[in-house]
């Protein structure tokens, strides 16, 4: 679903020439997740991308999402890499929740400006995913890389606070 050109990552979906309340509702609710995901929203994530076992989020940090060196922390390049890795998983079969059993990042090097997290499904059984995610800053440089495998949930829609809830989407 995307190519690496020159070094960049280029998606064969474009938003070119649409204002954003027209991508907004391209994306459907929860800017395309389909679920309602707090921390995400908190983080501004905005997914490009969301089928055939792949995903490409894009990710434009602002200061809280800083740590001391003035670069994105590397809690919040693991939740982008993280949730491009879900949401590939779950690309497949939308209906489904995901939550992480087990996950390996990489830091190659620091992450700075608007950044892309591309996820994608490598292999996939009847209750687990095996996934893997890169996250490229404007430049198309490789800051970071992960692999991670998922458990499939059915998913219920517990109330607000629920202590049931898996931890992660």
Sequence with gaps: HGSMAGGRWRSERHHRGMNMSEVSNQLGPFGGFGF???FVQALGFELLEFADGA?????????PHLNSFGVVHGGALMTLLDVSMATAARSIDKSMGVVTIE???SFMQAAQGDLQGRGRLLHRT???AFTESSVVDSQGRLCAHATGTFRYVTRNQPSRGA????ASD
């Design 36 to 38: 309602e995901i707090p």
């Design 55 to 63: 995903s490409l989020i894009r990710f434009t940090p602002q200061a």
């Design 103 to 105: 996950m390996k990042p």
């Design 126 to 128: 009847r209750q687990m």
């Design 163 to 166: 202590s049931s809830a898996p």
